[in-house]
T-cell receptor, first 113, second 115 residues
């Protein structure tokens, strides 16, 4: 069972570069989300989606874009990376209307120089 | 706005002793409450949740949590700590019961169980 798969696991960027963090899930979950984890700040919600074609902003959306063209995939785009975006990023999913828990990927560690 | 507080950055407990990791929240309505655990360099794993009903919730690995509506708390407990319980613990709240309701996490508490 693959669950939630994130790629890449590690990435180093220079300021101003762009990149996409990939997230795919094979559980047919409608709800998908992106968090960033920083020391002492826990997990902060960046963007989320309740289904294909529907996305919305979380707590810290600036500098990030998302789209949801399929149920399975929810990529996170950094258009012009900044050092403040150095973090560990987690993708998580759950069934949309269920009281259930989030299922997390293993994380993507991004360093912006 | 909804928020989650974990007042202790670090909790140290001796192996075999009971442990408590504290969580308080601020949301309107009837929230869903969760605890997750994170081991080094891994994603978060679900431990337990409160949806409705009995205020004492039992979860994975012998953990349990007590929901207290009047104190808006959801403390994580275990009767006898193991060294393998050492990890980072996150409390989370989902304020509503619609598909659009977001899950907000606390800052995390690092638990160290000392042999």
């Amino acid at each position: 069972n693959a669950g939630v798969t994130q790629t890449p696991k590690f990435q180093v960027l220079k300021t101003g570069q762009s990149m996409t963090l990939q997230c795919a899930q094979d559980m047919n979950h409608e709800y998908m989300s992106w968090y960033r984890q920083d020391p002492g700040m826990g997990l902060r919600l960046i963007h989320y989606s309740v289904g294909a074609g529907i996305t919305d902003q979380g707590e810290v959306p600036n500098g990030y874009n998302v789209s949801r063209s399929t149920t399975e995939d929810f990529p996170l785009r950094l258009l012009s990376a900044a050092p403040s975006q150095t973090s560990v990023y987690f993708c998580a999913s759950r069934p949309r209307d269920d009281a259930g828990e989030l299922f997390f990927g293993e994380g993507s560690r991004l360093t912006v120089l | 706005a909804q928020s989650v507080a974990q007042p202790e950055d670090q909790v140290n407990v001796a192996e075999g002793n009971p442990l408590t990791v504290k969580c308080t929240y601020s949301v309107s309505g009837n929230p869903y409450l969760f605890w997750y655990v994170q081991y080094p360099n891994r994603g978060l794993q679900f431990l337990l949740k409160y949806i409705t009903g009995d205020n004492l919730v039992k979860g994975s690995y012998g953990f349990e949590a007590e929901f207290n509506k009047s104190q808006t708390s959801f403390h994580l407990k275990k009767p006898s700590a193991l060294v393998s319980d050492s990890a980072l613990y996150f409390c989370a709240v989902r304020a509503g019961r619609t598909s659009y309701d977001k899950v907000i996490f606390g800052p995390g508490t690092s638990l160290s169980v000392i042999p």
